[in-house]
Every structure is written in structure tokens, then in C-alpha cells.
T-cell receptor, first 114, second 110 residues
Framework: DVKVTQSSRYLVKRTGEKVFLECVQD?????MFWYRQDPGLGLRLIYF???????EKGDIPEGYSVSREKKERFSLILESASTNQTSMYLC?????????????FGSGTQLSVL | QKEVEQNSGPLSVPEGAIASLNCTYS??????FFWYRQYSGKSPELIMF????GDKEDGRFTAQLNKASQYVSLLIRDSQPSDSATYLC??????????FGTGTRLQVFP
């Protein structure tokens, strides 16, 4: 069974903390993505990566960075967490050239910044 | 104008009816169109994709694409309570990024 695993389902952090969200996929996918999902705003792309050590900014990269040192792992970093980063974070992966361009999502991390 | 627009709903339909979910998009150069289903508290999962104008059927689901009018729709025939979920429209435009709509919540009542 294919899997995208996010390290935490729920996370509570304080303002100013550095936060790491980890994502691992076991499908040998080239492409990995980080989204945040907020009520009324839908899914918004933060960062994505098409290859190891490669990263591209999405639509809302401010306040975030990413790391992809290995093909299967894509980490999202909140350098200094703020309350407006309270959200559901979803990691996804996909295979380049897949006929349906299907995104496989992890189960999500609900982050609360107090 | 949002890049991908959906009515947030809820759309309520009786069991056995046809549910019609609509989505409009602003980028006329968009080439790929997707419908994801998201159950409450769960992650989105792909249920349909369509690239060409016209209809595409898969079981009880039919995706319809009209590029001239810039809309894509999803029809669910013989709706079941288990179809109750939020349906996300996603569009891949010229930038090659996948843009999601905010989703339409569907409620199917027995």
C-alpha cells in the first residue's frame, strides 16, 4: 500500500519557535509538495520539489523554508512560528509522467501556534 | 477574481439523485482538470481527471469540461450517503502549478 507519512498528526508550538514538519513517501516519487489548508481559502501551495536538493516557491512561501536531502523525504520548516501559521499542513507526492498526474496526500498535521 | 471558483455549499441531495458540482477557472490556457474528494478530517483523494472537452465517465462519476466557457463539472449519479464529502476542483494552468478551489460540501441524505 502506497504511503505518504507525516510525522505528527497534531502539533502545538509557541510563537517564535522553529518548527519542523516531516514528510516521507515510499513510492519513489520525484515530486513532493507542501500545502496548507484553511477554511474558506482551500489548499494553497507553499513549496514544492521536483528532485533531490531542488526546491521551488509556491504561492505562499513567506515564513517557510524546505529541505529535500533525500528523494523520499521533504521537510517544511517554520523559521519562527507565528499565530497566522496555525493551519492544517498537507504533504503530497506524485510521479512525473503519471497519466493522471495523481497527488498522493499524507494524513496532515494540524499545527497550532500559541 | 479567484483562479478556481467553487460554490462552498452545502449542496444537499436525496439518496439516489444526481449531484452536480461546478467549478470555473480564470486561466484560459489551463490544460488539466481534476476532482478530489475529501472526507471530513481526512486528506484529499483523486477521483477524476479530464483533459479534453466533453464528458468522461467512470462508474457513477462523470466529469464534464467546457474550455470555451472555462468550467468543469462533476456529476455523481445515484448519490449515496457515503458520497457526502467536500469536493475539490483543481486546475493546472500555464505555470504548471496545480490550483485548488475552496471546495463544495456535498450532503446526501437518506
Amino acid at each position: 500500500d502506497v504511503k505518504v507519512t507525516q510525522s505528527s498528526r497534531y502539533l502545538v508550538k509557541r510563537t517564535g519557535e522553529k518548527v519542523f514538519l516531516e514528510c516521507v513517501q515510499d513510492m519513489d516519487h520525484e515530486n513532493m509538495f507542501w500545502y496548507r489548508q484553511d477554511p474558506g481559502l482551500g489548499l494553497r501551495l507553499i513549496y514544492f520539489s521536483y528532485d533531490v536538493k531542488m526546491k521551488e516557491k509556491g504561492d505562499i512561501p513567506e515564513g517557510y523554508s524546505v529541505s529535500r536531502e533525500k528523494k523520499e523525504r521533504f521537510s517544511l520548516i517554520l523559521e519562527s512560528a507565528s499565530t497566522n501559521q496555525t493551519s492544517m499542513y498537507l504533504c503530497a507526492s506524485s510521479w512525473t509522467g503519471g497519466e493522471d498526474e495523481k497527488l498522493f496526500f499524507g494524513s496532515g498535521t494540524q499545527l497550532s501556534v500559541l | 477574481q479567484k483562479e478556481v471558483e467553487q460554490n462552498s455549499g452545502p449542496l444537499s441531495v436525496p439518496e439516489g439523485a444526481i449531484a452536480s458540482l461546478n467549478c470555473t477557472y480564470s486561466d484560459r490556457g489551463s490544460q488539466s482538470f481534476f476532482w478530489y474528494r475529501q472526507y471530513s478530517g481526512k486528506s484529499p483523494e483523486l477521483i477524476m481527471f479530464i483533459y479534453s472537452n466533453g464528458d468522461k465517465e467512470d462508474g457513477r462519476f462523470t466529469a464534464q469540461l467546457n474550455k470555451a466557457s472555462q468550467y468543469v463539472s462533476l456529476l455523481i449519479r445515484d448519490s449515496q450517503p457515503s458520497d457526502s464529502a467536500t469536493y475539490l476542483c483543481a486546475v493546472r494552468g500555464n505555470t504548471d502549478k496545480l490550483i485548488f478551489g475552496t471546495g463544495t460540501r456535498l450532503q446526501v441524505f437518506p
